[in-house]
């Protein structure tokens, strides 16, 4: 184990050497990797809520404090943390369309792959290793880089670990700039809580690392008061210390990681039987294969001297098989130890030198880079780039709603959870829904509770029917619920398609309508 020579030590012996990331080397692989990252454009079943309620606050001129949505918490205390997100949406979307938010997805996907980029370069590292550690990650979070706030998480959490890197590595950094950046994370998203996550592990391990080489603790308590600086920051936005309630109760919830797949552990996940296609194995094969990889090569390469970036790389790890939607984290920080300990590796097999400058290797002709950018950009054509149209991959009521417009029905409606976004969209306002997307913002704990009972058809599910002034129930086939309204005859099957079931009160105008229950047809859905 090489514990290295003191910071000091280290800064004075080192030879003046010049370290180049692939975006110094060659641009073309790392627009390569962007395009690859940014092939999946789908419609995620928030993206409606998020421009509706984006534009609702750029009409208002202020935050949207009170919940206007629903009917189950009507009134009750929004605290909105993607608030900026959203707002940014919307501007993009009425100002672009939906060729707008995909240019802004793709500018977000090429900010996080190009700080991976920069983070990898940070070390001694041969080219090599950096171009095929950044691919891989590149193929392993194009499931995640999709239209949902998240994307700015992982743009900002690629910014910090660029900066870790480069104080890992010793080349010096402004640590500061981590403040700014959390403080405007708190306002983007919720996911600043990884940011500072990393920060501590990192400040703890450096300061580990510090106190075993005798330097002292003077550079880890200037750690540790940035890391307190960029929390307290954190408190900078609308909300004040709501943010971080809201993010507790996101953590907390018993029922996230029951209704939101992307909350699920990694491996109970993986034991569902239901994902095991092939396209989601593969999905978890590379992300699983990664945060092997960096175990084995650091153990084959027997050096620690980076022990602060293995640090937040083991944090970002725990929290992927602890959550799902935490793997892209764990991506974004394996990068940059993975390509040195894997160089290092490599080197002790005889595979490639220990290390060099990356732009040593011998670079790609005019004409193979010529070819690089045109294939990438062929690719973000083939996936849609210019399309103006965003392909939903769920199914979603638009033929019960269009059903609904053609009779003039207006009412509460209690939902499927992953259509709630969607039906604000579509029937707001004049019609509320019982839940949505919001549910760690906005609903209560008594709401959510009657709702998974009720979805799950569980003990007490009934209960539901007669405690919310429900005018309508519009569920998939496939919804267990679906038991608990064929217990109550006051419920009448009123329109069914493929996709969905809507029933009404069996005394309502709507439950007289003529030749009901209407067998419909679904079209396909997409945004908008």
Known sequence: MRAGPSRSAASATAPARHRASLLHYSPVLVIAAIAIADTARFVDPDLWGHITFGRAILAQGHLVLRDPYSYSAAGHLWFNHEWLSEVIDALVFNGLGVFG????????????????????????????????????????????????????????????????????YRRGAALWIAIPVLALWANLHGGFIMGIAALGAYTCASAACDWMRGDGLRRSAGLGAITIGATGATLLTPYG???????GHALNNPYTRVAV?????????????????????????LPLGLMVALPVAVAISRDFTDLPMLAVSAVMCAAAIV??????????????????HGAIASSRFGLSAASGEASEAPRANLMTQLLLVLAAFALLVETGLFSNRLTAREKYPAGAIA?????????????????????????SPGSEVFIDGRYDTVYPQDVLRAFMLFHFDQPGAD???????????????????????????????????????????????????????IEGVNPPTAFP
């Open 101 to 168: 938010l995909k240019l802004l997805k793709l500018c977000v996907v090429a900010i996080t792959i190009a700080f991976v980029a920069l983070a990898e370069g940070e070390p001694d590292t041969l080219a090599l290793a950096q171009l095929s550690v950044l691919v891989v990650s590149a193929v392993a979070i194009i499931p995640d880089m999709q239209f949902r706030p998240q994307i700015f998480s992982f743009a900002l959490f690629s910014i910090l670990m660029f900066i870790l890197a480069r104080d890992t």
């Open 241 to 247: 210390i709501g943010t971080w309630i809201v993010v």
């Open 261 to 285: 797949a992307d909350w699920q552990p990694l491996f109970r996940f993986l034991a569902d039987s239901d994902s095991r296609s092939a396209g989601i194995l593969l999905y978890n094969a």
């Open 323 to 340: 959550a799902m939607r935490n793997v892209p984290f764990a991506i974004i920080a394996i990068a940059s130890p993975l390509a040195r």
């Open 403 to 427: 059903f609904m417009r053609s009779h003039d029905l207006h009412g509460n409606i209690l939902d499927n959870f992953l259509w709630g976004e969607y039906l604000i969209w579509h029937m």
């Open 463 to 517: 209960a539901i029917l007669a405690r919310w002034p429900h005018g309508y129930v519009m569920l998939s086939p496939d919804d267990l619920a679906n038991r608990v309204i064929a217990r109550h005859p006051e419920w009448k099957l009123i329109y069914r398609d493929h996709d969905t079931l809507l029933y009404a009160r069996a005394g309502s105008a709507a439950a007289k309508i003529a030749g009901v229950p």
